[in-house]
């Protein structure tokens, strides 16, 4: 195979290793979340009460799982964040929770136009050729089409990551801002057929890109 112009990361976290949490692992991973959303700034916001807590596919990259959540608030908004700890020895269990959390305004119940519901949230950087850095970005979204059978990460129309849809829920972990070029999300059903693509930025202005809220 010839020499590639694009030397970019294709692949680099483990697909998701355990179901979705349940039972007493869902609630020591709740625990760090909600933990977490006591350290957030919300400024004059009220947050409201954390209602129950999505999990999503966990990933593992770098030496830690990241398992991503969202819940909604008694005052409509969503929380969206991340418990990540350190990969256990076999039997042994895990160990350096560290979560991270947020919130916003903009939801899919107010967004009857969105095909993909996503958060995302940089978990680390890679550094390319000529000094390029790329940020390793964990995206996070469930489908609001039906039928949809597998996400991918696309970077310069290069696969960079794909994740099964598990519960109507799938986790990404790929480059993303790298040498001028952003992440795209895409869902196909079963059969490979495109269902939506969404950028992980705004289109108001194509110069100088911004990140999409939630």
């Known amino acids: 195979m010839a020499p590639t112009d694009r030397l970019v990361p294709r692949f680099a976290a483990e697909p998701p290793q355990e179901n979705l949490p349940y039972g007493r692992w869902a609630v020591t991973l709740r625990d760090h979340f909600l933990a977490a959303v006591e350290r957030i700034d919300s400024g004059d916001e009220d947050l409201g009460e954390p209602e129950s807590v999505?999990?999503?596919?966990?990933?593992?990259?770098?030496?830690?799982?990241?398992?991503?959540?969202?819940?909604?608030?008694?005052?409509g908004l969503e929380l969206f964040g991340y418990v990540a700890y350190a990969v256990p020895a076999e039997g042994e269990e895990a160990l350096d929770f560290f979560a991270v959390a947020d919130f916003t305004a903009q939801t899919a119940q107010e967004n009857p136009d969105w095909k993909l519901d996503l958060c995302d949230e940089v978990v680390g950087r890679w550094r390319g050729e000529q000094g390029n850095v790329a940020e390793m970005t964990m995206v996070w979204g469930i489908p609001q089409v039906a039928g949809g059978a597998m996400a991918t990460a696309e970077l310069a129309e290069l696969a960079v990551d794909q994740c099964p849809v598990i519960e109507d829920r799938f986790t990404l972990i790929a480059p993303d801002d790298y040498r001028g070029d952003y992440l795209e999300v895409r869902l196909w059903d079963g059969r490979g057929g495109e269902l939506a693509v969404e950028s992980l930025y705004a289109d108001d202005d194509e110069d100088s890109p911004q990140p999409d809220e939630g």
Do not use: E, L, N, Q
């Open 54 to 75: 999505v999990w999503f596919p966990d990933r593992t990259w770098h030496g830690r799982t990241y398992v991503p959540a969202t819940a909604r608030t008694s005052t």
